[in-house]
């Protein structure tokens, strides 16, 4: 079995900042990508920034230069530092990952069970 936990979620003022970490944990043989996608309410699921396993980094366009994305391979754990947060940020916020279980296995992806995030005054 494979775990993804997020934790780090909770109500922030506009302009405030969180740290959301999502450490993966089971039969992990590789990890490729990791990263983070969050849903609002009546909205569909977007990509938020996704970090490769050599540090290769994605942002979407709505956070560019105000959230940060890092991974520790050696602890399968990935972080979603969020800065100058804005009211449309307020979502539910989903680790992924793509690993594999084994050597021999296709990589699959995981999923967390979602923390929320909340920006509001």
């Known amino acids: 079995q494979v775990q993804l936990v997020e934790s780090g979620g909770g109500l922030v003022q506009p302009g405030g900042s969180l740290r959301l970490s999502c450490a993966a944990s089971?039969?992990?043989?590789?990890?490729?990508?990791m990263g983070w996608y969050r849903q609002a309410p009546g909205k569909q699921r977007e990509l938020v920034a996704t970090i490769t396993s050599s540090g290769s980094t994605v942002y979407s366009d709505s956070v560019k230069g105000r959230f940060i994305i890092s991974g520790d391979n050696a602890k399968n754990t990935v972080y979603l530092q969020m800065n100058s947060l804005k009211p449309e940020d307020t979502a539910v916020y989903s680790c992924n990952a793509l690993l594999q279980r084994t050597s021999l296995g296709f990589p699959r992806a995981y999923w967390g069970q979602g923390t929320q995030v909340t920006v509001s005054s």
């Open positions: 089971g039969t992990i043989f590789s990890i490729s990508v």
